[in-house]
């Protein structure tokens, strides 16, 4: 076997074997002493809290809610109620002996009035 052809060989299987190289990123790695206390359940237990906590932020952030409408609302009554307020629509929402005003999208089938 010539060199060129030995070198062509060799090419040929590092290219095969870096093309099957997979990237692999870790999270977070936590080292601890095993004389150290550590109770699994308890950072599972957390970790759930925490990811229930930004999933109610974030709902929260998507959702705009008014004690009182802006002065100047329409009452737009179609299957529900709902009140047009220039560009912006608010549904009426019965919490805790409370109304208060949900902002919504305008309905499918409805124009501004």
């Not at 308890?42 to 932020?57: C, G, N, S, Y």
């Not at 929260?60 to 560009?87: D, F, K, M």
């Not at 005003?101 to 009035?113: A, N, S």
């Amino acid at each position: 076997m010539s060199f060129f052809s030995t070198f062509c060989l060799l090419g040929s299987i590092v290219a095969i074997t870096s093309s099957f190289s997979p990237i692999v990123a870790a999270g977070t790695v936590v080292v601890r002493k095993s004389s150290e206390p550590f109770d699994a359940f308890a950072v599972r237990d957390e970790v759930l809290q925490l990811h229930e906590w930004q999933t109610l932020l974030r709902q929260q952030q998507q959702l705009t809610i008014l004690r009182s409408l802006p002065i100047g609302c329409i009452s737009v009554n179609t299957a529900y109620l709902y009140y047009h307020c220039g560009q912006l629509n608010y549904r009426p929402y019965q919490y805790h002996g409370q109304q208060l005003f949900i902002q919504i999208d305008l309905p499918h089938d409805e124009e501004y009035p």
